[in-house]
């Protein structure tokens, strides 16, 4: 069964103040690994796509990357307006249904 | 362009009503996707649509949930006997299906049964 668990499960910041979430995955057989942010009230939007380890990816303030095991997803210099739940998800090799993890609530302060 | 919409935004059903949430898929999308999403916690999928054809219906909970997409365009979720247990956002998403595969999510329907 696919798994995904996200770490931590809040985190809070200062503005300017970079870190990193984590998310480790088990799937039998990796199609793809999803990134996500969602505001309160609203449905996910797409951040990224990683397909294989060792892949990057920049969008802004946002790095993702992907290992065998798990991804980070790395915010530099983060705004206030960083602050969402971002969601991780994997997709298995000949499926197309997402297993997303819990998500990571990020607050950044001012 | 217009993204994927829902209605209505908000129900509320009283214990063994049935209920039936609408999905409009961006333009062009081959498929269409329900996730259910509990509070404070990651969507969880319901079921696939590849135009007309339903592929996956493995997540769906019970057999009181059923879905539909009769023309490969507008999806249609229901629900029948509502059980508080059914409270939830019911998010709907559609992609290409020759792409990079990513998912483009709706605003959801959120659902309270009393």
């Known amino acids: 069964e696919d798994q995904v668990t996200q770490s931590p499960e809040a985190l809070r910041l200062q503005e300017g103040e970079s870190s990193s979430l984590n998310c480790s995955y088990t799937?039998?057989?990796?199609?793809?690994l999803f990134w996500y942010r969602q505001d309160p009230g609203k449905g996910p939007e797409f951040l990224f796509t990683?397909?294989?380890a060792g892949e990057e990816k920049e969008k802004e303030r946002l790095k993702a990357t992907l290992t065998k095991k798990e991804s980070f997803l790395h915010i530099t210099a983060p705004k206030p307006e960083d602050s969402a739940t971002y969601l991780c998800?994997?997709?298995?090799?000949?499926?197309?249904?997402?297993?997303f993890g819990s998500g990571t609530r990020l607050q950044v302060q001012p | 362009g217009a993204g994927v919409s829902q209605s209505p935004r908000y129900k509320v059903a009283k214990r063994g009503q049935d209920v039936a949430l609408r999905c409009d898929p961006i333009?062009?999308?081959?498929?269409l996707f329900w996730y259910q999403q509990a509070l404070g916690q990651g969507p969880e999928f319901l079921t696939y649509?590849?135009?007309?054809?339903?592929?996956?219906k493995s997540g769906l909970p019970s057999d009181r949930f059923f879905a539909e997409r009769p023309e490969g365009s507008v999806s249609t979720l229901k629900i029948q006997r509502t059980q508080q247990e059914d409270s939830a956002v019911y998010l709907c998403?559609?992609?290409?299906?020759?792409?990079?595969?990513?998912?483009?999510f709706g605003p959801g329907t959120r659902l309270t049964v009393t």
């Open positions: 990683l397909y294989s």
């Open positions: 998800a994997v997709q298995a090799t000949g499926r197309r249904a997402l297993t």
């Open positions: 799937v039998s057989g990796l199609r793809g």
């Open positions: 649509f590849q135009n007309e054809a339903q592929l996956d």
């Open positions: 333009s062009g999308h081959v498929s």
């Open positions: 998403a559609s992609s290409l299906v020759r792409s990079s595969y990513e998912q483009y």
